[in-house]
């Protein structure tokens, strides 16, 4: 595998289910972020982790739960999610420099969520 | 803070006419700007991305922009466009000085016309 790979691709739930999406870097990059792409809307950045830690978290409903075991893995954790959640979710990875953040970031093919 | 504009939604363009995509941003500092392309079910990947330097910038597929500092702009062109360029594009800015997260804008569809 190369690049950012993101499982599933397609994920149809229920309002009551729990499920996760996973995101994996073969970058050896330092700095991954989840995204949320919705039709007609701007690119939202969900959260973002450098080195592990998790530096931004953009008042992200807590029914989204990310968790990032290792630099090479980010994980979205969802539960109890709403209709207006159905968007694509993209994992993108970046390298951070010295804390003076990252140039160009590579992004995921996405997991297309649709909540029912 | 910093923002981005791409005021066109939807460019319809013919096959192998230009093409020039619009970005306009706003930031209170020194920036570094971007431009992505997003394929159909795919995620975003980068065309071209200007740092510092040189004002023109090259990518990939022939595509080129230009930084503007003073219009502050980043307009992304190609001279002749091919049916495989139907995409989204979106341009993104990063403020410098500390840590600072890319701000993308609303994207632009081009659409190729045979």
């Known amino acids: 595998e190369t690049g950012v790979t993101q499982t599933p691709r397609h994920l149809v739930m229920g309002m009551t289910n729990k499920k996760s999406l996973k995101c994996e870097q073969h970058?050896?990059?330092?700095?991954m972020y989840w995204y949320k792409q919705s039709a007609k809307k701007p690119l939202e950045l969900m959260f973002v982790y450098s080195l592990e830690e998790r530096v931004e978290n953009n008042s992200v409903p807590s029914r989204f739960s990310p968790e990032c075991p290792n630099s090479s893995h980010l994980f979205l954790h969802l539960h109890t999610l709403q209709p207006e959640d159905s968007a694509l979710y993209l994992c993108a990875s970046s390298q951070e420099l010295d804390g003076q953040g990252a140039y160009e970031q590579y992004f995921g093919p996405g997991t297309r969520l649709t909540v029912t | 803070a910093q923002s981005v504009t791409q005021l066109d939604s939807q460019v319809p363009v013919f096959e192998e006419a230009p093409v020039e995509l619009r970005c306009n941003y706003s930031?209170?500092?020194?920036?570094?700007l971007f431009w992505y392309v997003q394929y159909p079910n795919q995620g975003l990947q980068l065309l071209l991305k200007?740092?510092?330097?040189?004002?023109l910038v090259k990518g990939i597929n022939g595509f080129e922009a230009e930084f503007n500092k003073s219009q502050t702009s980043f307009h992304l062109r190609k001279p002749s466009v091919h049916i495989s360029d139907t995409a989204e594009y979106f341009c993104?800015?990063?403020?410098?000085?500390?840590?600072?997260?890319?701000?993308f804008g609303t994207g632009t569809k081009l659409q190729v016309i045979p």
């Open positions: 993104a800015v990063r403020s410098l000085g500390g840590y600072q997260k890319v701000t």
């Open positions: 200007y740092l510092s330097g040189s004002t």
């Open positions: 930031s209170s500092v020194s920036v570094y």
């Open positions: 970058l050896g990059h330092n700095a």
